[in-house]
């Protein structure tokens, strides 16, 4: 089943449902292989997207490559693609075994092939002894799993999912993250996942690609997204991005950026002082101390527990800030108290708004 | 304790108010008297005897199952596709469609009898049992269009879409994956509108006529002149028929997995 299949690539695509604009020219190239998540809140075009490489949603113009061929006009039956539904989508008046058998009868496969091949399949996504079972008495874990078995049996050129673990509680989501993952390096197949759990996207994908109203905004490997979010947007929404902004205003030491009337940040080495620029930084880069005398102070408004850390919402005078700190950190640090903020410039990016 | 009692009381006395009207019926028909008595007076089988020799009930039992059996395949063919395609995405008319074949089951039923009575005049119609089958089909389909529609709500959402990623063109899904998925649906539908053309004596009364004749209107028409035992004679033999069917379909499908909604996720 090991086998390296087609890439993919979609070239300036725009689709519009009446005058909604779901997805406003859309570039972008998998390669053969490779696992790449969609990602951005709902309403973006994610979804449009993956229904559009699955030929479900017809784009106005632009070209969809499967391997080497335009599959624009191809209807979804002939475009070999194995897709999994959020609702699994399983068939509920046939058992595990003939749900996976499906696309390989629609193929001509005979019989015993069919089963033999279903059962390689089934055993692949770690479900063995629920093959006489109807949908309705399996679990959703293992519903996901026959979602799987019958995306992946058919070796589809592409394989698409749709938000597969959302419906899963959170533990056995972890575990199918990693499976799913093993079982795609395994296949080779390459993968499309639309999510909108960035932590997902994060765990899983080769490359993210992160959208917003029907464009895409960067793509990247998870690491460099997280590090070096391409514009403002981005930075806030993958992580626990601070943005800060204000005039620049250059001195001696350099251009910095004023963020508060006594509070100004030196700009990271080499970033361009230009205008509609803000400063991104990471929560877990921000430091906190008593604050000395004329210097901007911060309010500490509420404290978040996550388990491994605190977050700590804070305000000024030039906007609200978020910092991660170790509980026994932030405990120096009550609601209510008032702190000053420490940044590193070494830890900032300017990015655009 | 007390309020399972309480529970138990009044199921038993739902049971005995619904049996009680059968039990009477089925005792009176066994009477020697000439007239329904309960307790029945003496035991005798002389009003089933003289129901074997009215030639004409049972003439009315088999034009009864026949036009039974033809509404349901009518009402069936023309619902199921019906609520399959109403349940397709909005198109243009749709919600005039839906209001217009459910109508019959707002409508009087008595309205719905004289509009064809006054039909088949206008059109010289001289085909008796069709009539009787026509108009039973256009009382039922809003029933197929409720179960069926309601079976095809409760499917997953895009098991077509998921079909025709496996290869299958919309022939093949329709047949092997739509059409099974309702099937629980759509038997019970066949069973509502089997009960209902079976049972069924307003709409009968307009179309029947002395060449088709339903049992339901032979019997009221019978118990216009008498009512002797031999009415409930009949009653009895249609109790039975339809407990025998109860315990086949029970048998062959298993009731409640029909009733008790077997496409649920």
Same mark, same amino acid.
């Given at each position: 089943?090991?086998?390296?299949?087609?890439? &993919?690539?979609?070239?300036?695509?725009? %689709?519009?449902?009446?005058?909604?604009?779901?997805?406003?020219?859309?570039? &972008?190239?998998?390669?053969?292989?490779?696992?790449?998540?969609?990602?951005?809140?709902?309403?973006?075009?994610?979804?449009?997207?993956?229904?559009?490489?699955?030929?479900?949603?017809?784009?106005?113009?632009?070209?969809?490559?499967?391997?080497?061929?335009?599959?624009?006009?191809?209807?979804?039956?002939?475009?070999?693609?194995?897709?999994?539904?959020?609702?699994?989508? &399983?068939?509920?008046?046939?058992?595990?075994?003939?749900?996976?058998?499906?696309?390989?009868?629609?193929?001509?496969?005979?019989?015993?092939?069919?089963?033999?091949?279903?059962?390689?399949?089934?055993?692949?996504?770690?479900?063995?002894?629920?093959?006489?079972?109807?949908?309705?008495?399996?679990?959703?874990?293992?519903?996901?799993?026959?979602?799987?078995?019958?995306?992946?049996?058919?070796?589809?050129?592409?394989?698409?999912?749709? /938000?597969?673990?959302?419906? =899963?509680?959170?533990?056995?989501?972890?575990?199918?993250?990693?499976?799913?993952?093993?079982?795609?390096?395994? %296949?080779?197949?390459?993968?499309?996942?639309?999510?909108?759990?960035?932590?997902?996207?994060?765990?899983?994908?080769?490359?993210?690609?992160?959208?917003?109203?029907?464009?895409? /905004?960067?793509?990247?490997?998870?690491?460099?997204?997280?590090? /070096?979010?391409?514009?403002?947007?981005?930075? /806030?929404?993958?992580?626990?991005?601070?943005? =800060?902004?204000?005039?620049?205003?250059?001195?001696?030491?350099?251009?910095?950026?004023?963020?508060?009337?006594?509070?100004?940040?030196?700009?990271?080495?080499?970033?361009?002082?230009?205008?509609?620029?803000?400063?991104?930084?990471?929560?877990?880069?921000?430091?906190?101390?008593?604050?000395?005398?004329?210097?901007?102070?911060?309010?500490?408004?509420?404290?978040?527990?996550?388990?491994?850390?605190?977050?700590?919402?804070?305000?000024?005078?030039?906007?609200?800030?978020?910092?991660?700190?170790?509980?026994?950190?932030?405990?120096?640090?009550?609601?209510?108290?008032?702190?000053?903020?420490?940044?590193?410039?070494?830890?900032?990016?300017?990015?655009?708004? | 304790?007390?309020?399972?009692?309480?529970?138990?009381?009044?199921?038993?006395?739902?049971?005995?108010?619904?049996?009680?009207?059968?039990?009477?019926?089925?005792?009176?028909?066994?009477?020697?008297?000439?007239?329904?008595?309960?307790?029945?007076?003496?035991?005798?089988? $002389?009003?089933?005897?003289?129901?074997?020799?009215? $030639?004409?009930?049972?003439?009315?039992?088999?034009?009864?199952?026949?036009?039974?059996?033809?509404?349901?395949?009518?009402?069936?063919?023309?619902?199921?596709?019906?609520?399959?395609?109403?349940?397709?995405?909005?198109?243009?008319?749709?919600?005039?469609? $839906?209001?217009?074949?459910?109508?019959?089951?707002?409508?009087?039923?008595?309205? #719905?009898?004289?509009?064809?009575?006054?039909?088949?005049?206008?059109?010289?119609?001289?085909?008796?049992?069709?009539?009787?089958?026509?108009?039973?089909?256009?009382?039922?389909?809003?029933?197929?269009?409720?179960?069926?529609?309601?079976?095809?709500?409760?499917?997953?959402?895009?098991?077509?879409?998921?079909?025709?990623?496996?290869?299958?063109?919309?022939?093949? #899904?329709?047949?092997?994956?739509?059409?099974?998925?309702?099937?629980?649906?759509?038997?019970?539908?066949?069973?509502?509108?089997?009960?209902?053309?079976?049972?069924?004596? #307003?709409?009968?009364?307009?179309?029947?006529?002395?060449?088709?004749?339903?049992?339901?209107?032979?019997?009221?028409?019978?118990?216009?002149?008498?009512?002797?035992?031999?009415?409930?004679?009949?009653?009895?033999?249609?109790?039975?028929?339809?407990?025998?069917?109860?315990?086949?379909?029970?048998?062959?499908?298993?009731?409640?997995?029909?009733?008790?909604?077997? #496409?649920?996720?």
């Amino acid at each position: 089943m090991i086998t390296a299949r087609g890439g &993919l690539e979609l070239k300036d695509v725009h %689709l519009r449902y009446g005058d909604a604009h779901a997805l406003r020219g859309i570039s &972008l190239r998998v390669d053969p292989g490779e696992f790449v998540a969609l990602l951005g809140p709902s309403g973006c075009g994610k979804t449009t997207l993956l229904r559009s490489v699955a030929g479900f949603a017809h784009p106005q113009s632009g070209h969809i490559y499967i391997g080497s061929k335009d599959v624009v006009s191809v209807p979804p039956r002939e475009r070999n693609i194995g897709l999994v539904f959020q609702s699994y989508a &399983l068939f509920p008046h046939l058992t595990a075994l003939e749900n996976v058998c499906f696309g390989l009868e629609t193929r001509g496969v005979n019989v015993a092939a069919a089963r033999s091949r279903a059962n390689a399949a089934l055993e692949l996504v770690g479900l063995t002894g629920f093959h006489g079972r109807r949908p309705i008495q399996l679990s959703g874990g293992q519903q996901q799993r026959v979602a799987l078995a019958r995306a992946i049996v058919i070796e589809p050129d592409i394989l698409l999912l749709d /938000e597969p673990l959302a419906a =899963l509680d959170r533990q056995l989501r972890v575990q199918m993250q990693t499976e799913l993952k093993s079982l795609q390096r395994k %296949l080779g197949v390459t993968t499309v996942f639309v999510t909108h759990d960035q932590e997902e996207a994060l765990a899983m994908a080769d490359r993210i690609v992160v959208m917003r109203d029907g464009r895409i /905004e960067q793509v990247a490997p998870p690491m460099q997204l997280f590090a /070096e979010p391409s514009n403002a947007w981005v930075g /806030e929404f993958v992580g626990a991005g601070n943005i =800060l902004s204000g005039e620049i205003v250059v001195d001696d030491l350099g251009p910095t950026i004023m963020v508060a009337p006594n509070w100004r940040i030196r700009l990271p080495n080499g970033a361009k002082p230009d205008a509609g620029k803000a400063l991104f930084v990471r929560a877990e880069k921000i430091g906190l101390r008593a604050p000395l005398d004329g210097e901007c102070t911060l309010r500490v408004l509420a404290h978040r527990f996550l388990g491994v850390h605190i977050e700590v919402h804070l305000d000024f005078s030039g906007g609200t800030l978020r910092a991660l700190l170790p509980p026994e950190k932030a405990a120096l640090y009550p609601p209510n108290s008032h702190v000053a903020a420490v940044i590193d410039p070494g830890d900032c990016r300017l990015l655009t708004r | 304790m007390i309020e399972s009692r309480i529970v138990s009381v009044i199921a038993w006395g739902v049971v005995v108010f619904l049996m009680a009207p059968l039990i009477v019926v089925i005792g009176g028909s066994f009477t020697e008297s000439a007239y329904v008595a309960f307790p029945p007076q003496g035991f005798s089988l $002389k009003w089933y005897v003289q129901l074997l020799e009215r $030639k004409d009930f049972f003439t009315s039992f088999k034009e009864s199952l026949v036009i039974g059996v033809a509404a349901t395949l009518g009402a069936v063919g023309l619902g199921v596709p019906a609520a399959i395609g109403l349940s397709r995405g909005p198109f243009w008319g749709r919600g005039f469609l $839906k209001a217009f074949v459910m109508s019959p089951i707002v409508l009087p039923t008595v309205i #719905t009898g004289i509009a064809l009575l006054q039909f088949y005049r206008m059109i010289d119609s001289a085909l008796p049992l069709t009539q009787i089958v026509i108009g039973h089909i256009v009382i039922t389909v809003p029933y197929i269009l409720r179960t069926v529609g309601a079976g095809l709500q409760l499917l997953p959402p895009n098991i077509e879409e998921a079909a025709e990623s496996l290869g299958a063109g919309r022939i093949r #899904t329709l047949l092997k994956v739509t059409l099974p998925s309702i099937a629980p649906s759509v038997l019970v539908g066949t069973i509502f509108v089997f009960i209902i053309s079976f049972d069924q004596v #307003t709409i009968s009364i307009f179309l029947s006529s002395a060449d088709a004749m339903p049992l339901p209107i032979r019997i009221y028409s019978y118990i216009e002149f008498a009512i002797d035992p031999m009415v409930a004679a009949v009653s009895t033999v249609l109790i039975l028929f339809s407990y025998l069917l109860v315990v086949v379909l029970e048998r062959a499908f298993g009731l409640d997995r029909v009733f008790g909604g077997g #496409t649920g996720r």
